[in-house]
């Protein structure tokens, strides 16, 4: 997945929001809380694709080749895609989705009703 393709796709997200953050990544949130990032800190190796992820999904994806425990934010379950094709658009796609709906289930009730998430 290229960045301008993760960018259209957390967009296309309900009530997602961009920010350009740390020197170029490109941030996406919903509600003020992050839930995906794609940086340029791959250098040669291009863009790598950062997203929270459920307890099961972070235990099983940092099994992966190509996929690694996010720098400053495992602790939080978030995973990082070192490698081009360690997932296929449509898995990345899956997992940005669900990282979206898990950050907008820790909103308090009165921002989600703001917002108009249902979650």
């Known amino acids: 997945m290229t960045r301008g393709e993760f960018d259209i ?8 929001t961009h920010v350009i953050q740390w020197g170029n990544a490109s941030v996406w949130k919903v509600g003020g809380k992050i839930f995906a990032i794609c940086s340029g800190w791959g250098g040669a190796n291009g863009d790598r694709i950062s997203f929270k992820c459920s307890d099961l999904s972070y ?7 190509g996929i690694i425990p996010a720098p400053y934010l495992a602790r939080a ?5 070192e490698q081009a094709g360690a997932l296929t658009g449509d898995e990345i796609r899956a997992y940005i989705a669900s990282a979206h709906k ?13 917002l108009g998430l249902s979650v």
């Open 102 to 114: 898990l950050i907008a289930a820790t909103l308090t009730r009165k921002v989600r009703a703001e």
């Open 77 to 81: 379950k978030w995973v990082m895609i």
């Open 9 to 16: 796709y957390c967009g296309a997200l309900p009530k997602a």
């Open 59 to 65: 235990a099983m994806l940092i099994q992966e080749p």
